[in-house]
């Protein structure tokens, strides 16, 4: 069979891109019966390697879902699952909790920072329990990506909320994972706080070369992306390139005509 590193998607400029991750016919199912729910029917996509994708949809349209499979952290019911060249759909438990850790990066609505450690500590964390040595290089560039090079010795309660996720950011991508995924991640964060961390992450893709896959509800965060995905039913129904945050909301307004994608 084909994998997913062989099968590129088309990029913005018409040329092709590597695929970072991809599902594959993917059906993820709830119950049995006629109590049996789709989140996921048949869904098939690329995310771009190197790139910043948002995924959006109403409540219950399976976006969250779509990423949890993605991200090795929900089993699907058919379909594959592919992460790079691997597919990840058939590995045993302790194999995808070493492929999470070692390639795959998480940014979530909350924090979980250690409150006994301070920010450096916690952004090595996960290195440090993996046993993998701190590339203190990439470690600044990265620290300096996020601005908080004046914060290291601060513990979060000596933080902001903002500054809070920043180093949450700065730990997803301190371990340089193939990909990041993030659920909501400046959905605790006031306005201000927010457009910093969504800018922070738009650095990282144009300035550090990472991918980035990003389930949100905000036209303005689906704006900071290079492209949005639309979910309906537990189906993909449109995407968006180069998205304004204007563009965005008017797309959402139309989800009822959307139809369902055979």
């Given at each position: 069979?084909?994998?997913a590193l062989t099968q590129?998607?088309?990029g913005a400029?018409?040329?092709?891109v590597?695929?970072?991750?991809a599902g594959?016919?993917?059906?993820?199912?709830?119950g049995?019966?006629e109590?049996?729910?789709l989140a996921l029917d048949?869904?098939?996509?690329?995310?771009?390697?190197?790139?910043?994708?948002?995924?959006?949809?109403p409540?219950?349209?399976?976006?969250?879902?779509?990423?949890?499979c993605?991200a090795g952290?929900d089993?699907?019911?058919?379909?594959e699952?592919?992460?790079?060249?691997?597919?990840?759909?058939k590995l045993?438990?302790?194999?995808?909790?070493?492929?999470r850790?070692d390639?795959?990066g998480f940014?979530f609505?909350?924090?979980?920072?250690?409150?006994?450690l301070?920010?450096?500590?916690?952004?090595t964390?996960?290195?440090?329990?993996?046993?993998?040595?701190?590339d203190k290089?990439?470690?600044?560039?990265v620290v300096?990506?996020?601005?908080?090079?004046?914060r290291?010795?601060h513990?979060?309660?000596?933080?902001?909320?903002?500054q809070q996720q920043?180093?949450?950011?700065?730990?997803?991508l301190a371990?340089?994972?193939?990909i990041i995924?993030?659920?909501?991640?400046?959905?605790?964060l006031?306005?201000?706080?927010g457009?910093?961390?969504?800018?922070?992450?738009?650095q990282?893709?144009?300035?550090l070369?990472?991918?980035?896959?990003m389930v949100?509800?905000?036209p303005?965060?689906?704006?900071y992306?290079d492209r949005?995905l639309?979910?309906a039913?537990?189906?993909?129904?449109?995407?968006?390139l180069?998205?304004?945050?204007?563009?965005?909301?008017d797309?959402m307004?139309h989800?009822?005509?959307?139809?369902r994608v055979?």
């Amino acid at each position: 069979m084909t994998t997913a590193l062989t099968q590129p998607t088309t990029g913005a400029n018409g040329g092709r891109v590597a695929v970072a991750a991809a599902g594959r016919r993917v059906v993820k199912a709830y119950g049995a019966g006629e109590t049996r729910v789709l989140a996921l029917d048949r869904v098939d996509v690329d995310i771009a390697s190197g790139a910043f994708t948002a995924i959006m949809g109403p409540s219950g349209s399976g976006k969250s879902t779509l990423m949890h499979c993605l991200a090795g952290l929900d089993t699907v019911s058919e379909g594959e699952i592919w992460v790079g060249d691997q597919e990840i759909t058939k590995l045993k438990d302790k194999k995808l909790t070493r492929l999470r850790r070692d390639r795959i990066g998480f940014i979530f609505q909350a924090f979980n920072l250690l409150p006994t450690l301070n920010a450096a500590e916690n952004i090595t964390l996960p290195m440090d329990i993996a046993g993998r040595r701190v590339d203190k290089e990439w470690l600044g560039r990265v620290v300096e990506t996020v601005g908080l090079g004046g914060r290291l010795k601060h513990r979060p309660n000596q933080l902001s909320g903002g500054q809070q996720q920043r180093v949450a950011v700065a730990r997803a991508l301190a371990a340089r994972p193939e990909i990041i995924f993030g659920d909501e991640p400046t959905g605790n964060l006031d306005s201000r706080a927010g457009a910093e961390v969504l800018r922070f992450l738009r650095q990282s893709v144009d300035e550090l070369g990472q991918t980035i896959v990003m389930v949100t509800h905000d036209p303005v965060a689906a704006s900071y992306a290079d492209r949005v995905l639309y979910l309906a039913d537990g189906r993909l129904v449109d995407e968006m390139l180069r998205p304004s945050a204007e563009a965005v909301l008017d797309r959402m307004k139309h989800f009822d005509t959307f139809g369902r994608v055979s």
